[in-house]
């Protein structure tokens, strides 16, 4: 076995109340962005007064976070950017993530205390492009998506001073290490630069022009076709492997996804990789925790091409996404067998919920009793969205943790 430090988790914050759940949930860093630089410019993101922020609660709790600067950048970008990269450095970013060679050049100079992750938009498949980068003076690489399991064992062995990061769940671009020019020809907005419409989850219908009476063989039925719509990555039985070959960090993708994604999959994660850290000789997948991941929203799972056996990757049956259970609340306090919560979805006095949280309260049912407002006024149907509501619970909750359907 490997004997380097124990993997890290790092799990996507779109936004600060993610980046809250993310730590809740047992994640060691969080990957964020700020308003401009980064491939998801549609997500929340942070100004630079919450950033500050976001940085120094994680410092607090001794965890990490990276920032995305991973666009292909323009000339006009490099007067924004060299003041950014100083920001980030002097606001204390644990790293920043890059993926432009010139980016990576003007970070070196103009804020050269600040550490460099290579971003899977690198396309890094092979030793010797990661050894090139580490000369360079990257701390990490993102190895690409494509990068089978025995080149990231090789690629460790061969450069073990470099540490490696590998996506292990969520959504996988169609397009080679997400280098897509959909979305900018369709639509005007440019996947390279973080305006990605997905447009590969359309559900597109393809025919020759000259031949429109000849459908293609792409065409399947009268709902369209999804055979440009990857199945979502998922990795959960294969931590072992993974961690014994000396990856140093498992990525979570879903800085677009919602809270209570982000904490299902962290949850599950985190509970995996500390039970293989407790017997690692003989450690095996629970399957409780990996069916954990069915309840949140995904589209099929696949082990993508990192264990690719020949199966098909696509999503054929739908684009949407869809989940085993539904969120309904977030706990916002506990105290003398009372639960403060803020609803997110309805429900109602009786029924019963299962609580999500990184304790052992973890997959307990609970029945709603006694539900009521702040004022302690009875409820009997929660509908009114993100009210604050009480209920007599037997478990004790910690904030942030979640209740959702069974």
Not at 128 to 143: I, P, S, T
Request: aromatic letters at 10%; a negative charge; one cysteine or more.
């Amino acid at each position: 076995m490997n004997e380097r430090k124990k993997v890290e988790l790092l799990a996507p914050a779109g936004n600060m109340e993610k980046l809250l759940t993310a730590f809740h949930f047992g994640a060691d860093a969080v990957y964020i962005a700020g308003k401009s630089f980064g491939l998801r410019a549609f997500a929340d993101n942070f100004d630079e007064k919450e950033m500050v922020e976001a940085i120094d609660i994680a410092h607090a709790l001794g965890k990490k976070v990276y920032v995305t600067v991973n666009i292909y950048a323009r000339n006009a970008d490099f007067d924004g950017l060299k003041k950014y990269l100083v920001f980030l450095q002097n606001a204390g970013a644990d790293a920043a993530i890059m993926s432009d060679a010139g980016v990576i050049a003007v970070s070196k100079e103009v804020a050269p205390r600040l550490p460099i992750h290579i971003s899977t938009q690198a396309n890094t498949l092979n030793k010797y492009a990661v050894k090139f980068w580490h000369e360079q003076g990257a701390e990490r690489v993102v190895l690409a998506r494509e990068c089978r399991f025995e080149d990231i064992a090789e690629i460790n062995s061969f450069v073990p001073t470099c540490e490696t990061e590998v996506f292990v769940h969520g959504a996988m671009c169609i397009s080679y290490s997400g280098r897509c020019l959909m979305s900018d020809f369709l639509t005007g907005r440019g996947a390279n630069r973080g305006e990605c419409v997905q447009a590969c989850r359309w559900e597109w219908q393809i025919t020759e022009k000259e031949h429109e009476d000849k459908p293609l063989s792409v065409r399947e039925d009268a709902r369209g076709t999804y055979v440009f719509n990857s199945k979502d990555l998922n990795l959960i039985h294969r931590i072992k492997e993974l961690i014994e070959c000396g990856v140093a960090s498992f990525k979570i993708e879903g800085r677009m996804k919602s809270p209570y994604y982000v904490a299902t999959v962290v949850n599950a994660y985190r509970r995996a990789i500390d039970a293989y850290y407790v017997r690692p000789d003989d450690y095996e997948t629970d399957e409780r925790i990996a069916a954990d991941l069915f309840k949140t929203t995904h589209r099929q799972f696949t082990e993508g091409f990192t264990f690719y056996d020949g199966e098909v990757m696509q999503n054929y049956e739908t684009s949407r996404a869809t989940g085993d259970s539904e969120f309904l609340a977030v706990v916002k306090d506990y105290s003398d067998g009372v639960a403060t919560v803020e609803m997110r979805s309805r429900f109602k006095e009786g029924q019963r919920v299962e609580i999500l949280s990184p304790s052992d309260a973890f997959g307990k049912k609970v029945e709603i009793k006694n539900l009521r407002d702040v004022n302690d006024l009875p409820v009997e149907d929660a509908k009114r969205v993100q009210q604050i509501l009480k209920f007599d619970c037997p478990y004790r909750l910690l904030p942030n943790d979640i209740l959702r359907t069974e």
